[in-house]
C-alpha cells in the first residue's frame, strides 16, 4: 500500500514536499515515482528512483525544480517541488513496482491515491 501527502494550495514561485510512504512490502530494488494528472489529460511522468540506489529520473518540464529522495529506512520517497507554476496544478500519484527508471504508468504495480496540487498564480 503506498500513502500519498503533502498536496496544497501554494503561489507560483513557492515550494512543497510531497511523502509517499509504503507499507506491506518493500520496494528496495524497483523503481519508485511520482506521477501527475489534470483532467482530460494522461497520466504524466514526473520523477523516479529506486530506494536502494542513487539513480534518478525526472521529466524534462521539472527538471532542475524537483527533487526526488528516499528514505530506505522508512520505505518512503519524497517529492521536493521548487520554483513551482500554475502548470504544475495536477493531482500528483505515487507508485511502485516498475523497472528502474521506467517512466510509463502502466508498468507500475502500486498505486497510491492522489494528492492535489494547486499553484495558484
Known amino acids: 500500500q503506498l500513502q500519498a501527502s503533502g498536496g496544497g494550495l501554494v503561489q507560483a514561485g513557492g515550494s512543497l514536499r510531497l511523502s509517499c510512504a509504503a507499507s506491506?512490502?518493500?520496494?528496495?530494488?524497483?523503481?519508485m515515482a511520482w506521477f501527475r494528472q489534470t483532467p482530460g489529460k494522461e497520466r504524466e511522468f514526473v520523477a523516479a528512483?529506486?530506494?536502494?540506489?542513487?539513480?534518478?529520473y525526472y521529466a524534462a518540464s521539472v527538471k532542475g525544480r524537483f527533487t526526488i529522495s528516499g528514505d530506505y529506512a522508512k520505505n518512503t520517497v519524497y517529492l521536493q517541488m521548487n520554483s513551482l507554476k500554475p502548470e504544475d496544478t495536477a493531482v500528483y500519484y505515487c507508485?511502485?513496482?516498475?523497472?528502474?527508471?521506467?517512466?510509463?504508468?502502466?508498468?507500475?504495480?502500486?498505486w497510491g491515491q492522489g494528492t492535489l496540487v494547486t499553484v495558484s498564480s
Open positions: 507508485a511502485a513496482g516498475a523497472t528502474p527508471g521506467t517512466t510509463r504508468p502502466g508498468e507500475y504495480v502500486y
Open positions: 506491506g512490502r518493500t520496494f528496495s530494488r524497483s523503481s
Open positions: 528512483m529506486r530506494l536502494s540506489g542513487d539513480s534518478t
